[in-house]
């Protein structure tokens, strides 16, 4: 019914030039928008054939998708791809495994059992933890809180896998003012609604407030409650004292889930293991692969400190086709929030096994050093200010030319946002940090050089010459 024609060739083709292009081309060419017109018309009744179409996708793509996995995007914080992991995600695909379950596919089983462990090492986490790869971070902190909302109910005597939140009180979650938006989705998500989180913030900046946090669990009387720590803040890439929140969350018999979507990764390097001290003393992490791990979207995961959790979660109990969650016939799908899954532990499986730990550590060092130099480059630049210090990946500054008046700069940096996102040749966002609109490059694509941080700056500072 299907030819398959040369169709993987035809990829392959475009494959190379493609990649090549990366290190010199603009993170996006406005002028290529004009393509997008191109995917529409209405549904193809007879269809074009399969060589057309995917011609038409590929040359439309190349040219109007945004490089993203190219050294120049800074904006949120999204990594690239590895070598090993783009061609494990084409194997992922050509092979087509669900993950769903041991029977559906004992290889994709197998291969996320390992990732899962070698993931769990990579942290330095002991043994026994379990865990479950989702498609974000987003969905990583949806499985923690989804875990401690269980966890929750069973102290208050409740069934709320069966019942849900039906007859209890609001959950206590607490967290400084590090918390981020998705945190707050998976809270909603769950039925618990975003403004759950109760905010504990000691500065501007959001440094979590210890102090106000002791006082309102003192307060709760024993009543189990839910604290949020955050690994790697958005703004400027700083962390909650997260051994001191273990020591809260011990004191208080709270449930600790980490948010280290990007920050986790702090635990590779020597330099910077301090900053996610006490990680193992958590209950629920939630990290990104597709972040600093560099492989393909969309690849989250969560790490739990007692898996028998995740199936109490997550199974589906009482269908008579599939498994019990404890069942060695089970799986993942049982153990995590998504039920058929593609085996997206294949490009972490590769790039784990091509590169290794050493090749991480080398690799997060990298831009450490980057994001030094970046920070030195604004130091030396009289019109930019750097607001932040850099513990990690993120440098948070903003321009503020000699004399400028304050109260103009939050404009001026708006404007230089939207030119550098209107000029195309980097790419990076802005934010309001304590109070001021700052630009916040992270830098986490193993394509990055030193010479991108450079001109980056070079870049920057024309634009706001021309502001
Ligand atoms: C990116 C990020 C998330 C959400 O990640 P997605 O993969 O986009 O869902 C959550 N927390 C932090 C700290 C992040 O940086």
Redesign the pocket.
Known sequence: MFSGDDLLARVFAAAGPYLDSLAGRPVYDAAAAKLLPELGGPLPGAGVGAAEAIDRLLRIGTAAGTASSGPRFFH??TGGVTPAALAADWTAALLDQNGFSRVSSPFAHEAETVVLDWLRSLFGLPAGWGGALV???????FTGLGCATHWWGGRLGADTVRDGLAGLPRMPVLSGG?V????RKALQMLGHGRNTVEVFAADAAGRADLAGMRRRLTALDGAPAVLIA?????NAGDFDPIGELADLAAEHGCWLHV?????LFAALSGRTAHLVRGIERADSI?A?A??WLNVP????FALIREPDRLGAAFGMPGSPYLPAAGDPAAGYGLLGPESSRRARSLPIWATLAAYGRDGYRDMVEHHLDLAQRLARRVDEAPDLERLADVPLCIVCFRAHPPGADEAGLDDLNRALGAALIEDGRFFAGTTVYAGRVALRPAIVNWRTTAADIDEFVAVLRELLGRL
């Open positions: 949120f914080v498609g974000s971070a987003t969905f990583a902190n590090y981020h938006a998705s945190a955050n690994a790697g803040e958005v948010d280290g979507a990007f920050g939630a990104d597709h972040k979207y969309e690849s989250g």
